[in-house]
């Protein structure tokens, strides 16, 4: 086969997913692993090629380990503040009117690992995202079968993952005007087959619009209340200031607002380093939030000047937006920035705005992109640094999840000493004559 640009490019992507009809122990393949154990994998950015993310190159995001659910024992209960508690089987859901519509699902974090000064959390970059379609039915239309009772005003969701050591459940609330939106829905496919495990079979939220923490999965339970919940995952985690703060700020939860909707967004899925002279097609998607993408911006220049970039189909809502940019080439180093709007005027901002948890990066951000007739070599990754584990950290962090949680983040050491607090909060065996060792360890190797 004669080496033709596009077959460079097609050799390129296809180094990173090896094959799409691939046998299951395979089904990850290409991700990038944030954590093996829980599960974290980011999408990498050539994935930003598909309007639908194939359901093997979606994020997965997990905060304990994935349970078992076998549907012969599964329910969903409703009960609390309603007029007939129900108990449903999958069949008895899908009796009621079947919903389908595509949505972006990112987390919260997507973004997190660019702050500066570092927070702490996963350490995503751009791929803790993906676009699918989600079929199901509408909550509301179980609700309505419930029969909400007066003051019901919050939706407790829980699944049937099992929290770590002594962490607090993964428990969320919507408020009953967001569960009773249209396009809320109980799902139980994605992109037309069963959830994965890892996505929540047998069933989760959509939350279309709204960040990926309230798109509960493996729901069983939803509990109507008439006040807002105090669980650890609505008080104090996935909350972010309203206003600006200087970064560095530490912010009382208190002060804080639930994280609710997503921020217009978009990423150059192509070229994704490097490219040939010429006339090179700029690829990537945009995304939003109920207020959908209504232009693509691109630079060729840093930022200095700004070009229309051609939106394709017709979109959906709440889905990816693919589009593209003509860009004449030449060689030598350039910088590329994608900047996408939405219907309400909101636009990519090309600065961070710091929050204390690191939550809904959209920087519009520059890609440097050499132009050169031959692809430069990829330097090889150095080896890290042997340094001999202390046998307390293995024994104080090892049984709940392994090294990649600490390794991919980048903290002081007051952050390492909150960092430990909370986990000793959250069961991890630290001795009280062994806590400094671990500090000592953990910020010397992972720092700033
Ligand atoms: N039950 C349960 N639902 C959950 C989570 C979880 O840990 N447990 N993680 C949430 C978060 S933070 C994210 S980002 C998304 C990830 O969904 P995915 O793994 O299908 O991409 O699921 C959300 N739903
Ligand atoms: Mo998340």
């Known amino acids: 086969m004669a080496i033709t640009r596009r077959n460079l490019l097609l050799a390129g992507a296809a180094a990173f997913f090896p094959n799409s009809a691939r046998p299951a122990d395979l089904q990850n393949a290409g991700m990038i692993t944030i954590s093996p154990r829980p599960t974290d994998l980011e999408m990498p950015l050539e994935g930003f090629i598909d309007e639908i993310t194939p359901v093997e190159h979606f994020f997965v995001r997990s905060h304990t380990l994935v349970p078992e ?207 040939m002279p010429g006339v090179v097609t700029v690829q990537g998607v945009a995304w939003s939030n109920a207020s959908p993408v209504t232009k693509v911006e691109v630079s060729v220049d840093a930022g200095n000047s700004w070009n229309p970039a051609t939106l394709i189909g017709k979109g959906t809502r709440y889905g990816f937006r693919r589009w593209t940019f003509a860009w004449r080439a030449e060689e030598g180093p350039h910088t590329l920035i994608s900047r996408a709007t939405n219907a309400a005027g909101q636009q990519q901002p090309l600065q961070e705005q710091w929050n204390p948890n690191g939550y ?54 007051a952050q390492w000493d909150r960092e430990v607090t909370k986990m000793s909060g959250w069961g991890a065996p630290v001795k009280p004559e062994q806590r400094d060792a671990i500090l000592d360890y953990l910020s010397s190797s992972f720092k700033p």
């Open 360 to 413: 809904l990066w959209n920087v519009a951000q520059p890609r440097p992109v050499l132009v050169a007739a031959l692809r430069p070599p990829v330097p090889a990754a150095a080896p890290a640094p042997e340094q001999p584990l202390p046998e307390s950290y293995k024994a104080a962090c090892f049984a709940c999840h392994d090294e990649h949680m600490m390794q991919q983040q980048r903290l002081t050491r």
């Open 69 to 275: 659910v076998k549907l012969a024992d599964w329910k969903l209960k409703i009960d609390g503040l309603i007029e007939r508690p129900l108990t449903l089987t999958l069949a008895d859901l899908k009796q009621f009117p079947r919903q389908e519509l595509v949505s972006v699902l990112e987390c919260a974090g997507n973004g997190r690992g660019f702050y500066t000064p570092p927070v702490a959390g996963a350490q995503w970059h751009f791929g803790s995202v993906g676009n699918a379609r989600w079929t199901g039915v509408r909550l509301r239309d179980v609700l309505q079968k419930a029969g909400l009772k007066p003051g019901a005003s919050q939706l407790l969701l829980d699944g049937a993952d099992v929290p770590l050591g002594t962490m607090p459940d993964f428990q969320r609330t919507l408020t009953v005007e967001k569960g009773r939106h249209e396009d809320t829905l109980l799902a139980w496919e994605m992109n037309g087959k069963p959830l994965t495990a890892q996505h929540g079979f047998p069933l989760r939220v959509i939350a279309a619009g709204w960040a990926s923490d309230s798109w509960v999965k493996w729901l069983q339970h939803i509990e109507v209340l008439d006040h807002e919940f105090d669980g650890f995952w609505m008080k104090t985690a996935y909350r972010h200031p309203p206003n600006h703060v200087s970064p560095g700020t530490a912010v009382d939860p208190k002060d804080m607002v639930p994280v609710t909707d997503l921020n217009v967004k978009s990423v150059i899925a192509k070229p994704v380093d490097w490219s």
